[in-house]
């Protein structure tokens, strides 16, 4: 099993900025991807950022170029700074883990999530 602890959430007004973290422990080998994805009360829960092992980033539309994921391998870290803040950010961020277990042709993927953290952004 693994297990995911995210910090970093809190209240914050519109223009400010805001930094998440997530340290995942236990079984952790076989981690490949990790991300963020957040869910806003009455809405499904969508992806904000995801980084690869290697270092490559997506990120959603709506938080391209105000955004930034990074990870740290050696701390199996990944961090979601977050700056000019929106309204619209408000939501419950919750971290999460893709595990690989298995020989490359029988391989599967395990998601591990964290508990979540609370972001809210005044106007």
């Known amino acids: 099993q693994v297990q995911l602890v995210e910090s970093g959430g809190g209240l914050v007004q519109a223009g400010g900025s805001l930094r998440l973290s997530c340290t995942a422990s236990g079984r952790i080998r076989g981690i490949e991807a990790m991300g963020w994805f957040r869910q806003a009360p009455g809405k499904q829960r969508e992806l904000v950022a995801r980084?690869?092992?290697?270092?490559?980033?997506t990120y959603a539309d709506s938080v391209t170029g105000r955004f930034t994921i990074s990870r740290d391998n050696a701390k199996n870290t990944v961090f979601l700074q977050m700056n000019s803040l929106k309204p619209e950010d408000t939501a419950v961020y919750y971290c999460k883990a893709e595990q690989l277990i298995g020989p490359v042709e029988a391989v599967v993927q395990h998601d591990y999530w964290g508990q979540g953290t609370q972001v809210t952004v005044s106007s």
């Open positions: 980084i690869t092992r290697g270092g490559s980033p």
